[in-house]
């Protein structure tokens, strides 16, 4: 029995001697954690200077809040191009020294496009095209300027109405007072400081001659669109070398004339004159 278990106990370690000891399988590789993808820059706002006293171009509402042609345009125009407007408000004679300080990235204020204009800035296409007129007392005959020789107009400081009126209604003896806004001509006019204004048909007809205060007094003479003083219709300003940011809004402005979007704006301010402000 001894010897029995001695061979037994002889084959186990035989047994175990020979056995080789196996590595441990390796670990599986673990996969990296997923990385959140990273989020996307923020498009930083469109600076856009307004002046708010051109009814119904830009104005502003009881409560404070920029509105009009131009400021419904402008929120229009940065939904093409995926940015948020962001709106300054800005004296009319300093719009094109702010926009070249960096104050703002661009003007979408009723700016005629001109010439003497584009020798300091940068214009997109037109996105309207309004005449100007001269607005007098119904009790003044008018023929032509020297008719009204004597008689006090006001004009907006810095716009191409004050040119005119410099250039032509001036040297013919009418006396030309200019303003920081054009809510202050109408303030001198319904005070009985001034005779009348060249301003914007459809500024003046919205803004003035609509009103109670406007009810003594019309429109005379012709349509003024002479290039030399009113230009090629209102643009949007920029600074020399944004050439990227005048492309994106070239395409946007011909994109919500094709989309209806700006007919529905036009219609919005101008259906009672049934009048589409793009112009010719």
Same mark, same amino acid.
């Not at 996105?127 to 005959?141: A, D, G, M």
């Not at 005119?164 to 920081?180: C, F, H, I, R, T």
């Not at 919205?206 to 643009?235: H, I, R, T, W």
């Given at each position: ?24 399988? *390796? ?93 300091? $800035? ?17 009790? $003044? ?34 006396? $030309? ?77 011909? *994109? ?25």
């Amino acid at each position: 029995m001894k010897k029995l278990l001695l061979a037994v106990a002889s084959i186990a370690a035989l047994t175990a001697c020979g056995k080789k000891d196996e590595p441990a399988p *390796a670990a599986a590789p673990v996969a990296p954690a997923a990385s959140a993808p990273a989020p996307a820059p923020e498009v930083a706002a469109l600076k856009v200077a307004i002046d708010p006293t051109y009814e119904p171009f830009t104005f502003k509402t009881p409560d404070g809040k920029p509105t009009g042609f131009d400021v419904d345009i402008a929120n229009a125009l940065c939904e093409q191009i995926k940015r948020k407007c962001d709106f300054v408000e800005q004296v009319w004679d300093g719009m094109i020294p702010g926009l070249n300080a960096k104050k703002y990235d661009v003007i979408i204020s009723s700016m005629s496009i001109t010439d003497e204009r584009m020798k300091e $800035v940068d214009f997109t296409d037109k996105y309207y095209n309004t005449p100007s007129r001269i607005v007098l007392k119904k009790t $003044v005959k008018f023929t032509d300027a020297a008719s009204i020789k004597g008689k006090k107009i006001g004009v907006l400081k810095g716009s191409t109405q004050e040119k005119y009126a410099m250039g032509d209604l001036k040297p013919a003896g009418v006396v $030309v007072n200019s303003y920081e806004a054009q809510d202050q001509v109408y303030l001198d006019i319904k005070s009985g400081r001034l005779d009348g204004t060249v301003a914007d048909f459809m500024e003046v007809t919205g803004g003035f001659l609509s009103k109670p205060e406007g009810a003594n007094y019309q429109l005379v003479g012709p349509d003024l669109k002479m290039p030399q003083y009113f230009g090629y219709g209102a643009g949007i300003a920029l600074r020399k070398g944004e050439d990227k940011l005048k492309g994106e809004l070239n395409e946007a402005i011909k *994109a919500i004339r094709a989309n209806g979007t700006y007919k529905t704006l036009n219609d919005k301010y101008f259906a009672k004159y049934n009048i589409d402000v793009y112009g010719e």
